[in-house]
């Protein structure tokens, strides 16, 4: 039996972190080079309120996001707990990337920094959003469920499926994220049943989808001029099933994942098929007790988390050596 990391997507805009830094110096001194790289204090990273523009809002949130998985994985690493397989959604799969070896830690962070210098759309452009949307289950998505995806508001203009979350816990219905204009989605969000799809408040980026091909161009050069390398175990992509095994498949990864849909689905499948047989979902932002997995999960934010993923590793007989990440 083998052990797996999960790292979610998503912004952090509320308070991540806190605990583990005050509990841990391993995470203190970690913060204290994601400051350097980033030029953002230790308290802009951890808890104080992002900035109001958009783009570095976004920016500072991933930083925030990114920070945490990393540390999480480091107060692990400590106890010898290490993966045999890796992936993760959106800005996940960019810090499992970075924990397979296959980007360095500054690298990365610096680009997440870098991001805060896109510009800010124009104040007569169209707004953006993202909405949850709930399909009864048996909907095509993902690899695990058929090549065509069907989701509600499909056909409708400037609405695009972002991600696929797979079934929730009960069997009953499957989690998609929509993105795209915004008075779109609250158009389907109308349309559709009460509480099937829920755009999200506050959410004025419509990520994963072909709205973001301007923030793709921009940081194309960047990313470009990054170094990447072979992951050193198992990198499962979430853009389709595949174990990533090149940098130009890394780097691929990179340039494609603000603009292309994302797939848990085939995170969690690949992860299956490569012997997995508990998952650790570092920070908060896969959401507990909704999902189905294929595997046991521990969800990891707090300090109280670990010694929960330790036990469980142990009475599961996970073999705890797996492969060791770089740094």
């Known amino acids: 039996m083998s052990l797996g990391y999960l790292f979610g997507g998503g912004v952090g805009t509320e308070p991540h972190g806190l605990e583990l830094y005050r509990a841990y110096p391993v995470v203190r001194h970690w913060y204290a080079e994601v400051s350097a790289w980033t030029g953002l204090t230790v308290g802009q990273i951890l808890e104080e309120d992002l900035p109001a523009a958009q783009e570095q809002r976004q920016s500072v949130g ?36 970075c924990l397979a070896g296959a980007v360095g830690r500054r690298e990365l962070f610096e680009m997440l920094a870098h991001a ?12 953006q959003g993202i909405a949850i949307a709930f399909a009864t289950e048996g ?8 090549p065509a995806p069907h989701y509600p508001g499909e056909g409708t203009p400037g609405v695009h499926l972002a991600g696929d979350f797979g079934p929730t816990a009960d069997g009953s219905q499957r989690l998609l994220m929509l993105a795209g204009r915004a008075e ?23 990520v994963h989808s072909p709205l973001r091909r301007p923030f793709r161009e921009f940081m194309a050069p960047r990313i470009d001029a990054m170094t990447f390398s072979a992951p050193g175990l198992p990198l499962l992509s979430c853009l389709e099933p595949k174990v990533l095994t090149s940098a130009d498949e890394v780097r691929d990864l990179f340039q494609r ?48 988390h670990i010694q929960q993923a330790l036990g469980t590793a142990y009475d599961l007989g ?6 060791r990440s770089r740094r």
């Open 62 to 97: 991933t930083v925030r996001e990114a920070a945490l998985a990393v540390a999480v994985h480091d107060v692990l690493a400590q106890y010898d707990l290490r993966p045999a397989a890796i992936g993760g959604l959106s800005l996940g799969a960019m810090a499992a990337s």
């Open 116 to 127: 805060r210098n896109v510009p800010e759309p124009s104040p007569d452009e169209p707004g």
């Open 139 to 146: 909907t095509s998505t993902g690899a695990a469920a058929g």
């Open 184 to 206: 779109a989605l609250a158009q389907v969000a109308a349309e559709a049943p009460p509480g099937s799809v829920v755009p999200l408040p506050g959410r004025t980026i419509a």
């Open 257 to 304: 994942n603000s603009t292309d849909p994302i797939s848990l689905v085939d995170v969690y499948t690949g992860m299956k098929q490569q012997g997995v047989e508990l998952g650790l979902v570092m920070g908060p932002s896969i959401p507990e007790g909704i999902l189905a997995f294929p595997f046991p999960v521990v969800h990891i934010d707090q300090p109280e």
């Open 318 to 323: 996970i073999d705890l050596t797996g492969s």
